[in-house]
C-alpha cells in the first residue's frame, strides 16, 4: 500500500457512466497489471467532477493530469506513457476552445477556476463507497464533535449564524427551520428527519451529484440534524431513476451502521439514530415537501395545505425536519470551518455557494459550483465557455418549470435569492438551461406547461385544468390563430393559478409565461400580429423561400425534399410550393449556395 | 465508533493515501529517469526505494514521480530532486543504497549529497 505513487481517478457519476466509464476502469486494472504496475499505481472511481460535457474523465495525481473524452483504447497508452515513463499525453488533454492552450492542471481551467466547491467538495476527490476515505478528509468529525462537546441548541446556533438557506427553490433560512423542529413538542416525543432528493426539475442533476459523488455528507449532517432537533429516525426519499445515487447510499448507509456511526449509542453518548432510504417513483409532485412525506407513509403522493407547517405536524403527524439535499452537504462543512467563515462567501441575505445545473445550448455542459452574487456573465461566458457555435446568448431560465427566465439584457445580474426573485425569476433548485438565438421563448413557455400539466397529481382544479387551458392558449399562439385577448386571456387565467392552486407545484406552473411574457412580449406579440415566428421554431408560422437570385438549379433540394414539395428544371430557379411543405429544412441543410431561407 | 480518537486514528490512516491528490505547488519532487536505460541499469529498485523511504519517514509534500530519458544514459539510473526555492539537483548513478542518504540529507534536512550529485561524476 505504501508504495502507491500515482492515484488515476476515474469519475463514475451517471453521466460518465453512460459514457462508458466502467469499461475504462476495466481496462486500466488489466493494462496496470499487465505492465507490472499494479502496486505502484491505483485505480479510484470517484462522483462528478462537474465537466460532464467532457466525459468520460480521467484524472491522473500526483501531476494532476486532466484527460478528456477519454476511451478504452486510450488506457493502454496512458498507462505505458504516463504512468510508465512519466509522459503526459499530450493529445487527451483538457482543451479550452479549440485554439486554446491545452491544460494540465484542473485548478487553472477557466471553468474551475471561478468556482468554490463546499457542497461538491469531495465530488471527485474521493471514492464514495469508501467510508475510509470519507474520513481521511476529515468526515464524521463534526458529528463526533457535536455529540460529544456541543449542545442541541449549540449546534443550531452555529447554523443560524451561518445564515444558510434551504437550496431546494425557497430559501426558507435552515437555521430557522431546525429552531422551529427543535421547539415543537410531539405528543410522543417522536420526530423525523427528511432528506428530499426528489430531484425533478427537467435539466437539474446537482443533487444527484451530490448523493453519488459524496452521500456520506448528507447522513452526517442528517444524523447532526437528528441529534439537534430530538430525532432518531431519519429517512431519505429518493428518485428510484437514480440507480446509481440509491446504490451507493445503500452502502455508505451499511458502512457507517458497521463503523457505529449509525445505530445505538453513537460516539458512546447513548444517541440513537438511523436511517433509511425510500423511493420515489416518478411523480415531480412528490418534491413538494407535503406530498414527499405523504408518501413516505405509504399513501398516494399528493400534497396538503399549510399550515400545519412539516416543523410542527409532518411525517406521521409528528414534527419534521425535511431539507434538501444540498443543504444538508453544507452542514458539515460549516461546523468544521466555523459559520463566520461560510456566513463570509457570497453576499449578504445569501450566504455561502450554490450549485447550478449547466445544460442546454452551453459549450461546457456539467456542474458549477459559485459564489452567491456571482453574475450570470461569469457563469455563462467564463465558466460555461459560452453557446456554442458563435450563436447570441438569449436567456436563461432557473428554477425550472417553476422558475422564469432571465434574459441576455439582465446577464449582469448576480445569482442570488434577492437579486433573482427582484427580476422576476427564483433561485430554484439550481437547473440553468441556457437559451440561443435559435429558442423560441412561447415554445419554451409551453415546453414548461407541458411538463406540468403531465406531472399535475390533479387534486385541486386551477392546476388540473387551469394549467391545460393555459397550454391551449399557447399552442394556438404557435400555430398561429392567436389573438391579442388571448394574450390578455393568458395573462388573467395564470394569476387565477398562482392565487387558487393548492401547492407549490400550481402556484408557480404559470411562472415561465409570466416571465416569457413580460421579457420577450414582443415576440409573443409577433407570432400573434405578424403572423411569424422570429426564432424560426413554430413549424406552422414558418415559410422556406429559394432566393431564384442564389439558385444555380442544381436539383439538390428537390431531390432530398421528402414531400416532394420543391419543383424547377435543371440548370433554372427552383421555387417551393408552401402547400406541400412540411417545413423540415431538409432543403436548406442541403443547398450549398445558402439560396434557400426560413423566415 | 466509539470515540472521536478511534476515528482520527483512522483519518490519519487514510489521509497518508488521499494527500498524493492535492498537488501543491511547494511540492519537493524526487522524478527517476525510468526510459529504457534507465531501467536497464536498474531505475526500478532506485524508484521503489525512494518510495519506501519516503513512506517510512511519513514525509508529508514529496512526490516521487517519473520522466523518460534526459540523455545521459550513460550515467543511469538518474534521478532529480526539486526543492521550490532551490536549484534542482541531479543524482547520477544510483543504487537503492545510495537512496536513504538522500532522502535523509536532501529532501528533510536541505543539504545535497554532492557526492552522488553529477558534478561530482564528471
Known sequence: MNFVRSHILVCTGTGCSSSNSPKIIEAFERELKAQGMDQEARVVKTGCFGLCAMGPVVLIYPEGAFYTHVTPDDVPEIVSEHIVKGRIVQRLLHKEGENAEKVTSLSDTRFYKNQYRIALRNCGVINPESIDEYIGTGGYEALGRALTEQTPQQVIDAILASGLRGRGGAGFPTGRKWQMTHDAVSPDGVKFVCCNADEGDPGAFMDRSVLEGDPHSVIEAMTIAGYAIGAHQGYIYVRAEYPIAVHRLQVAIDQAREYGLLGKNIFETGFDFDLELRLGAGAFVCGEETAL????????????????????????????????????????????????????????????????????????????????????????EDIGGGCPNGKKFKAAQTGGPSGGCIPASLIDTPMDYDSLGAIGSMMGSGGLIVMDEDNCMVDIAKFFLEFIIDESCGKCSPCRIGTKRL??????????????????????????????????????????VLSTLHHFRDEYIAHVVEKRCPA???????????????????????????????MGAVKAPHVIDPNKCIKCGACMDNCRFGAISKH | ??????????????????????????????????????IAAGARPVLTAFLEEVAKRELKNVTVTQTGCIGVCRLEPIAEVYVPGEEKVTYVKLTPEKVPRIVAEHLVNHNPVTEYTIGAAE
Open chain 1, 293 to 380: 412525506m405523504t408518501s413516505i407513509e405509504g399513501k398516494r403522493g399528493e400534497p396538503h395545505p399549510r399550515p400545519p407547517f412539516p416543523a410542527n405536524k409532518g411525517l406521521f403527524q409528528r414534527p419534521t425536519l425535511l431539507n434538501n439535499v444540498e443543504t444538508y452537504a453544507n452542514i458539515t462543512w460549516i461546523l468544521n470551518n466555523g459559520p463566520d467563515k461560510f456566513a463570509a462567501i457570497g453576499t449578504k441575505g445569501s450566504t455561502g455557494t450554490k450549485v447550478f445545473a449547466l445544460g442546454g445550448k452551453i459549450t461546457n455542459t456539467g456542474l458549477v459550483e459559485i459564489p452567491m452574487g456571482t453574475t450570470l456573465r461569469t457563469v455563462i
Open chain 1, 471 to 512: 397550454y391551449d392558449l399557447l399552442t394556438k399562439i404557435t400555430e398561429g390563430n392567436g389573438t391579442l385577448e388571448d394574450i390578455t386571456t393568458i395573462e388573467e387565467l395564470c394569476e387565477h393559478i398562482k392565487q387558487s392552486a393548492l401547492c407549490g407545484l400550481g402556484q408557480t406552473a404559470p411562472n415561465p
Open chain 1, 536 to 566: 424560426g421554431v413554430c413549424k406552422n408560422l414558418l415559410h422556406f423561400v429559394i432566393d431564384p437570385g442564389k439558385c444555380k438549379g442544381c436539383t439538390l433540394c428537390a431531390k432530398n425534399c421528402p414531400a416532394g414539395a420543391i
Open chain 2, 1 to 38: 465508533m466509539k470515540s472521536l480518537e478511534e476515528l482520527r486514528a483512522i483519518r490519519e490512516k487514510m489521509q497518508k493515501q488521499i494527500d498524493i491528490r492535492e498537488n501543491s505547488a511547494d511540492d519537493i519532487r524526487v522524478v527517476v529517469g525510468m526510459a529504457t536505460c534507465g
